[in-house]
């Protein structure tokens, strides 16, 4: 089991800048990967950004690359998603998940109770 706590979402106006924070309760495996994924009203989950945890491989959702960046500290067991030149349309609940391996399309094991990204235009 592991608990994950999300954090670092709130207001921004377009263009700006936010960075999420996700804490695991205990160590991350190199198997595992942790990511993002983010829910807007009326929308389905969508898959955002990954990093492996072993060897820090990434992938991005096309609508964010170049945009947001990945990171993580393996010491800490937390991951960081960089956001910037923010859009209106990324406006979501963000939910930082553990999957029990890397893979371009993950299956999330854990997920943290999310936190709201508001980019206002």
Do not use: H
Not at 37 to 53: D, L, M, N
Not at 57 to 77: C, H
């Amino acid at each position: 089991q592991v608990q994950l706590v999300d954090s670092g979402g709130g207001l921004v106006q377009a263009g700006g800048s936010l960075r999420l924070s996700c804490a695991a309760s205990r160590r991350i495996f190199s198997s595992d990967a942790m990511g993002w994924f983010r829910q807007a009203p009326g929308k389905e989950r969508e898959f955002v950004a990954s990093i492996s945890w072993g060897g820090g491989v990434e992938y991005y959702a096309d609508s964010v690359k170049g945009r947001f960046t990945i990171s993580r500290d393996n010491a800490k067991n937390v991951v960081y998603l960089q956001m910037n030149s923010l859009k209106p349309e990324d406006t979501a609940v963000y939910y930082c998940f553990v999957d029990l391996q890397f893979r371009q399309r993950p299956a999330p094991a854990y997920w943290g109770q999310g936190t709201q990204v508001t980019v206002s235009s």
